[in-house]
């Protein structure tokens, strides 16, 4: 009997170390796009929606101007964009006041950064 329920137990341990938290996870996982990478399909969707409203053509904080393709190369070969948007210590946390980008944009973004080197 002891061997039954222990049996018992042990898959369900394993059955829930395989599974996701919640299906928002599970989805976000299997719906990032990281194939071919490049600036205007994937990288400047992301910065107009994140970071125009600070890095844009009329508002350039810290120095940063995202609407050309030439300064954001700029600030990615820095390491100064992976930085600030993997909220790495010494850096700002990027977009600024707000939350982390979800997990799928930070790697399109080094996906890119990788390209450009």
Known sequence: MKK????????I???N??????????ASENSCDTLNIDF???IQPILQANCYACHGNEITYAGFNFTNQNN????ALSG?????????????????????????KIKQIELWISSIK
């Not at 170390?17 to 599970?26: M, S, V």
């Not at 954001?72 to 600030?75: G, K």
Request: hydrophobic share 45%; glycine share 6%.
């Open 80 to 104: 100064r964009l992976s930085g600030a948007i993997n909220h790495l210590s010494g850096f700002k946390p990027m977009p600024n006041g707000k939350p982390k980008l979800d997990p799928c």
């Open 72 to 75: 954001v190369v700029s600030a």
């Open 17 to 26: 170390a395989c599974t996701f938290d919640n299906l928002e996870d599970l």
């Open 40 to 42: 205007e399909t994937h």
């Open 4 to 11: 039954i329920i222990f049996f018992i137990l042990l898959i």
């Open 13 to 15: 341990s394993a059955i």
